[in-house]
């Protein structure tokens, strides 16, 4: 059964940073773009980026052209996502998606505290 399953959340004080990662498996990763996407409370599901099947045209949302950075392994069915200098503002639940087959994650809480 295909799947993407996310991991990588956690509680982290401002200025610091997460690597959230993204396993996909039952299916092949390579040829399709994926994005990640956060929920922050109440607030709807937003883009965060998104990159092509190779791996070297990231888009980023204009919040997250700073901090953030997506990546991806083809040869390891992951997908990556690196957050750095977390604001209290990042904090959400951070999806990974495989637009073409219109599947979700289940997410992973990031929450950023001091």
């Known amino acids: 059964q295909a799947q993407l399953v996310e991991s990588g959340g956690g509680v982290v004080e401002p200025g610091g940073s997460l690597t959230l990662s993204c396993v996909a498996s039952g299916f092949g990763f390579g040829p399709f773009t994926m994005s990640w996407h956060r929920q922050s409370p109440g607030k709807a599901r937003e883009l965060v980026a998104s990159i092509n099947p190779d791996g070297d045209e990231p888009n980023y949302v204009p919040y997250a052209k700073d901090r953030f950075t997506i990546s991806r392994d083809n040869t390891k069915n992951i997908l990556y996502l690196r957050i750095d200098d977390l604001q209290p503002e990042d904090t959400g639940v951070y999806y990974c998606?495989?637009?073409?087959?219109?599947?979700w994650g289940q997410g992973t809480q990031v929450t950023v505290s001091s």
């Open positions: 998606r495989c637009p073409f087959k219109a599947m």
